[in-house]
């Protein structure tokens, strides 16, 4: 289905310039003050901060 697929230009999906930057130890130490920051606007807020923190611990 995707085979003829080209990446986009659209802007609007390209990554918080901040989240190109982190570490993996800034994963595990992102605090939901960060989170807010980072995610603002963001699809990835729907699994809100306890979610995504669950998520990165499951990953040590």
Known sequence: ?????S???ES????HENLLKLS???WHDLTEEV?????RNSAIKR???DGLKRNID???
């Open 24 to 26: 993996k130890a800034d």
């Open 12 to 15: 609007f999906f390209s990554p």
């Open 35 to 39: 989170y807010q920051e980072l995610f």
């Open 47 to 49: 699994t809100k901060y």
């Open 58 to 60: 499951f990953l040590k």
């Open 7 to 9: 990446p986009t230009k």
């Open 1 to 5: 289905m995707n085979r003829f697929s």
